[in-house]
């Protein structure tokens, strides 16, 4: 659970970087769990979301050969190392050199950057839902058009805990709240 307020931002002319997981050149993510994907630094797994002003460029640091990048325009259209691309469009990355990203349209262009090494196991992807095997996935669908995974215990999609405000309430009791910003 990460707080947007502790996310690191780096704001330069004409952009802002969202650096959700995966370093971007000095500037640190924070800590991922410790059992996930993202905490073996091998793994070179990087989120990074992007929002750039007409004008603003940003310039993606370099990984390995064995890693791979992809760009998804959310909002506006975007120049990869010179070749436009439209919003609601995936773009593969050559993750071993220095990707080039520029807005040169009059509106506000924002791509989401995920990169990884490959997990070297089978993958299976319906909708929301990816598995490693067809029978996973099909038990999987069942189970949720059945039961919902657990039912949701309360009497409106749109459940809220009344005026406590946002807060996690951890396994162990624990209850975190934002920080405060000052």
Same mark, same amino acid.
């Given at each position: 659970m990460f707080w947007a307020e502790n996310i690191p931002v780096i704001e330069q002319e004409g952009a @802002?970087? $969202?650096? /959700?997981?995966?370093?971007f050149g000095d500037v640190k993510p924070?800590? #991922?769990?410790?059992a996930? +994907?993202?905490? %073996?630094? =091998? %793994? =070179?797994?990087? /989120? +990074?979301?992007?929002? /750039?002003? @007409?004008?603003?460029t940003v310039t993606l640091p370099v990984a390995s050969d064995?890693?791979?990048r992809r760009g998804y325009i959310f909002e506006g259209i975007a120049t990869f190392d010179g070749d436009v691309q439209p919003a609601k469009?995936?773009?593969d990355l050559?993750? $071993?050199? #220095?990707?080039?990203i520029t807005n040169d349209s009059e509106e506000k262009v924002r791509i989401l950057i995920l990169q990884s090494r490959p997990i070297e196991a089978p993958v299976v992807m319906r909708g929301p839902f990816v598995l490693n095997t067809n029978e996973q996935m099909i038990e999987t669908v069942v189970r949720y058009?059945? =039961?919902?995974?657990?039912r949701w215990p309360w009497p409106t999609l749109a459940h809220t805990h009344g005026d406590e405000g946002r807060f996690i309430r951890y396994p162990d009791g624990r209850r975190e709240t934002p920080p405060t910003k000052i």
């Open positions: @802002k970087v $969202t650096v /959700i997981a995966g370093a924070l800590a #991922p769990p410790s996930s +994907w993202a905490a %073996n630094p =091998e %793994n =070179e797994l990087a /989120i +990074w979301l992007l929002d /750039i002003d @007409k004008g603003g064995q890693s791979l469009h995936l773009v050559d993750a $071993t050199r #220095p990707s080039v058009q059945s =039961e919902g995974f657990g």
